[in-house]
């Protein structure tokens, strides 16, 4: 059983950061971050392989965001630059299966069995 608590999220301008975190207890393997706006579906921010060498990104968010992990400390993190309005959402920390492999990076949500509680991240205009 793995649980994952997410912190980190709040208020802020346009162009401006955040870094979100996610704790978790248990055995993890791929770990990726998700989001979901008001009426809007459930997206795919950013993943990482179990190992922590590759990484992928929805084209919105590449080269703003940044995620990493520390396996030694079971932790994730998402660290959010120069934000947008249209970044505005709820963000869930996700521990995908095991997939037996460590360089695999899941970016769709059934390939994910545990989530956070979600963190709100809204940015003002």
């Known amino acids: 059983q793995v649980q994952l608590v997410e912190s980190g999220g709040g208020l802020v301008q346009a162009g401006g950061s955040l870094r979100l975190s996610c704790a978790a207890s248990?055995?993890?393997?791929?770990m990726g971050w998700f989001r979901q706006a008001p009426g809007k579906e459930r997206e795919f921010v950013a993943a990482?392989?179990?190992?922590?060498?590759?990484?992928d990104y929805v084209d919105s968010v590449r080269g703003r965001f940044t995620i990493s992990r520390d396996t030694a400390k079971n932790t994730l993190d998402l660290r959010m630059n120069s934000l947008k309005p249209e970044d505005t959402a709820v963000y869930y920390c996700?521990?995908?299966?095991?997939?037996?492999?460590?360089?695999?990076?899941?970016?769709?949500?059934?390939?994910?069995?545990?989530w956070g509680q979600g963190t709100q991240v809204t940015v003002s205009s």
């Open positions: 996700a521990a995908a299966y095991n997939f037996g492999t460590t360089t695999r990076v899941s970016t769709q949500t059934t390939d994910y069995g545990y």
């Open positions: 248990g055995r993890t393997f791929g």
């Open positions: 990482i392989s179990w190992s922590g060498g590759n990484a």
